[in-house]
């Protein structure tokens, strides 16, 4: 199985499940180093942990720096801008975040700015407005520091692309995480060259979904698990398309052999793979996992880009309709 080298782009480690706790109850023992060892065991061998607002870019770095093959992004997620205006003082806070990446980068940890963007399906939780004025802010981090951009976007598709338009200049590329929209939005994401669509369970719940991936083109894609939400669930019609599966157990009945039932984790970044092979009728699926593993490496790990290519001349690329 670990044949296949993947690599998972967007895990939130620092969510409060990976340490036992569920809805504030603790349910069983810490265990993100036992979910990083199957991880590891299933091929993926580098992972994103999220960072979604300043202290949970701060969590992400110091869990990115327990391992050489974890890395984080900094940023504010479009729901949690109130951050800016809530500190008082939203130039500090702003410097802050740039200190903090600045920081990250020193120890080649940081590897994007994000999550940013829009999500119009939350509004509760902060209002359009301020979501754009402050995904607009966060451009300048990634110009300033050279980096590419952890993008996400929920029914704002409009917004979203007007925003990245004014500021393709200060735009170095990046990935639109965790895609749900429509064929109209994916064609607009991939009306900018620099722009990679990436996919998790949520991505292939319907079989509309899974429509509009088949016409991404596999230059253009990552997978991810956006863990620990975003499963493949068995009510999902991408699920008749996957392969691989792993024990499990419910939280109550916690054994480290298992994955937690209803939990998401990095290792099923292999059934995301499945489905995406499935529903473009790629038979090779390590061929597949070349291409992507190329892809995010373009983006997010230039520095080894070389041997990303070796490995895709190894392999040959995968191509689909």
């Not at 607009?136 to 917004?159: G, I, N, V, W, Y």
């Not at 007007?162 to 170095?172: A, G, K, M, P, V």
């Not at 994955?259 to 489905?275: F, M, T």
Request: proline share 3%; aromatic share 8%.
């Amino acid at each position: 199985m670990a044949t296949i080298r993947m690599i998972d782009i967007a895990v939130n480690l620092t969510d409060s499940m990976f340490k036992g706790i569920y809805n504030g109850k603790q349910q069983h023992i810490a265990d993100i180093s036992t979910v990083l060892s199957r991880a590891w065991s299933a091929g993926v061998d580098r992972i994103i942990v999220t960072g979604g607002s300043l202290k949970e870019s701060k969590e992400a770095l110091a869990i990115a720096e327990t391992d050489a093959r974890l890395f984080c992004t900094v940023g504010v997620h479009p729901t949690r801008c109130n951050e800016f205006d809530e500190s008082g003082d939203p130039e500090t806070h702003f410097q802050a975040l740039l200190s903090l990446a600045k920081e990250g980068m020193d120890k080649g940890k940081v590897v994007a700015i994000g999550e940013c963007g829009l999500d119009y399906d939350r509004l509760q939780f902060c209002p359009a407005d301020v979501q754009k004025k402050y995904f607009e802010k966060q451009f300048e981090l990634a110009h300033m520091m050279k980096l590419p951009m952890f993008l996400h976007m929920r029914a704002a598709s409009e917004d979203f692309c007007d925003i990245l338009q004014r500021n393709e200049d200060r735009f170095t590329g990046g990935v639109a995480h965790s895609f749900t929209g429509s064929a109209e939005d994916r064609d607009r994401l991939l009306s900018f060259s620099n722009l990679y669509i990436g996919l998790n369970g949520c991505s292939l719940k319907t079989s509309e979904n899974l429509d509009v991936v088949k016409d991404i083109p596999v230059e253009r894609l990552m997978i991810e698990t956006d863990s620990p939400y975003c499963e493949i669930k068995n009510t999902h019609a991408g699920s008749k398309l996957v392969k691989s599966s792993w024990p499990s157990k419910k939280k109550e009945k916690y054994d480290q052999d298992s994955i937690v039932k209803g939990r998401n984790e990095p290792c099923l970044v292999r059934q995301v793979l499945e489905v995406v092979a499935g529903c473009k009728s790629i038979s090779d699926v390590d061929s597949l996992s070349k291409t992507i593993y190329h892809n995010t490496c373009r983006v997010f790990f230039p520095h080894d880009l070389d041997s990303a290519a070796d490995a895709l001349l190894d392999g040959g690329q995968a191509t689909s309709n």
